[in-house]
Structures are given as structure tokens and as C-alpha cells.
């Protein structure tokens, strides 16, 4: 089985979370609403630091203005859309105070919303 090692990230402000709508441009997962997500690459130094970098790439928010509140270990999960493929996924959970997404090609829309609304 192949596999393949992604950071999902969910990022807090007050009781609100932020989930992103994957654009139709993406390989996998296109049009789905997420957390902020990115495969690990080889170059990465841990999961943490892909995850923070995932972080600014999709919303443009900066390394200072999150909190790291939660790291889980790692979740694997059979995916739905590959055959004989597995996703290895670091999830973390931040805090943030700043509002403002700057969405890249990625996602295509954003939302804060209510955790009981997941």
C-alpha cells in the first residue's frame, strides 16, 4: 500500500474555527471544505514546521500571530478516493487573533464557524 505522510491544521479564534473549501484546481480532495492541509515533503524538518508553513502559504497568517495548542500523533486513514493508498496525518490545533485570510490557488473560500457545525 502506498502512503503518503500531511499535516492538517485547525486554527482557532475565540469559539470560532477556520475551515477552507479546496479549490477544483487541487489533485486531491477538490471542492471539499478542510482544515489548512499540505503533504510533508522531504525537506521538512518535522511535521510541525510543515504545518506552519501550510498555515501561511493557504491564509497568508504568519508564524508570530499563531499558538500551537494541540499536536496529536500520527492518524492513519485508508483514503476514499485512491486505491490501496493511506493517508498519514499530523493533525495540530492553533490559536490565532487575526481575521484576515488571504486565500492562495488552493482553497477557494473560507469560513468561521462553530465547532458543533463540522
Known sequence: M??????????????KILILKRSN???SMKCLWAGVSGIIEKNDTTPLARAKTEIFEETGINESEIELLKANERIKIESAQYKN??????????????????????????????PNEI
Open 2 to 15: 502506498f502512503s503518503t505522510n500531511i499535516v492538517t491544521s485547525f486554527i482557532k479564534n475565540n469559539d
Open 25 to 27: 484546481k487541487v489533485k
Open 85 to 114: 493508498h493511506e493517508w498519514n496525518i499530523f493533525p495540530f490545533l492553533f490559536r490565532t487573533k487575526n481575521l484576515e485570510i488571504k486565500l492562495n490557488w488552493e482553497n477557494s473560500d473560507f469560513k468561521w464557524i462553530e
